[in-house]
């Protein structure tokens, strides 16, 4: 296991491992030599007060969701701010938890944890995530469904009650780090597949962030046969006829001044290469002829906005920083 702790006045993360495990690195270098040349990351052991003595007080969690549910508390405990990627401390409703089969040994103070900890969308919950002790960082496939949903969900443009289809493509960084039959490339490549069709994990936080029933979204997600991206497509039917100009309009003026989401428009619809290998979060739509029905289109990468570029994106809010900050 390992914890990358970062002081925003630092140089270097602090690079800590737990339980002897380290992937066999002594340094961060060995297994990225890429970086070999900016002075090395050593890996040093877990220690909550070597932590407080280089002045740390943000802590990243990229670990499995059990562990985060485990560490988080004595985290936050210590007066460490934390910003957990996995789905330890996303959703509020028992309910929608249960997917992840979470044993709190402290079941008291994880429920005080569930009702604080902030979902980390910054687009929807920038005043909250400035002051946030314990950061939720969302997944990848809500983050690509919310944003493109949320500006028309809150405008009352879509008939909840017809129900929405979520048609979603990730590649296959998106199934994570741990090889699988699944996974391998000389499965996945050349092939297209859907997955977890009625039970994904996912699936919760698009519900809670979105305010919808379950008997009114359906989410399908996809294994592209590529490294990385996501794309997602959304089917809804309008509460009403609507102009393309008024539903762009509603998008453009949602996202004001939201640096890392992009509207196409009606004009074009985003594809995986215009947001690969950077934060942005692009947003297309096309409408029906009658303006009953409209499809739109949400493109992330799945390692940044999906993950990685997300967080930092929430601590530069944390810390009242450039939002823009350290992303491309």
């Known amino acids: ?45 877990f220690s909550i007060q070597k ?15 059990e562990f985060s549910r485990e560490i988080a508390p004595e985290m936050i405990a ?20 249960k997917v992840y089969g979470f044993a709190d040994t402290d079941p008291k103070t994880a429920t005080q944890l569930d009702d604080a900890a902030v979902y980390g969308l910054p687009e929807l919950h920038a005043d909250a995530i400035k002051d946030a002790a ?12 919310i944003l493109a949903l949320a500006p028309w969900m809150r405008a009352g443009y879509v008939d909840v ?57 359906q989410f399908t997600p996809h294994l592209l046969p590529i490294p990385r991206g996501i794309l997602s497509t959304i089917y809804v039917k309008l509460a009403k006829p609507v102009a393309a100009d008024e539903l762009e309009h509603c998008l453009r003026s949602f996202y004001g001044g939201k640096p890392w989401v992009r509207i196409f428009g009606a004009a074009r619809l985003p594809q995986i290469k215009f947001s690969l ?11 029906s002829p009658d303006g009953t029905r409209a499809v739109l289109v949400s493109c992330i990468d799945n390692l940044m906005k999906g993950a990685a570029g997300q967080a930092v994106q929430n601590m530069n809010l944390m810390f009242g920083f450039d939002e823009k900050a350290g992303l491309q």
């Not at 290998?277 to 409408?287: E, M, P, Q, R, Y």
Request: contains cysteine; proline residues 5%; aromatic residues 10%.
């Open 51 to 65: 932590m407080k003595d280089a002045g740390v007080d943000c802590v990243f969690f990229a670990t499995p969701h």
């Open 161 to 217: 009650e017809h129900g929405i289809i979520c048609d979603s493509k990730s590649g296959v960084s998106g199934a994570g780090k741990t090889p699988s039959a699944k996974t391998h490339f000389v499965e996945v490549d050349g092939d297209f597949s859907a997955y977890s069709v009625f039970g994904h994990r996912h699936t919760g936080e698009m519900l809670e962030q979105l305010g919808l029933s379950s008997s009114s979204l």
């Open 1 to 45: 296991m390992r914890l990358l702790a970062r002081h925003p006045s630092a140089k270097k993360p602090l690079l800590l491992k737990r339980n002897g495990e380290s992937g066999g690195y002594s340094d961060l270098s060995e297994a990225y030599p890429q970086i070999a040349g900016n002075g090395g990351f050593p890996f040093q052991s």
């Open 277 to 287: 290998n950077t934060n942005f979060c692009d947003i297309g739509f096309s409408l």
């Open 78 to 97: 210590a007066g460490f701010r934390v910003i957990d990627l996995s789905g330890a401390w996303r959703l509020k409703s028992a309910a929608n938890r």
């Open 134 to 145: 314990l950061l939720a960082n969302p997944g990848c496939y809500p983050t690509s469904v």
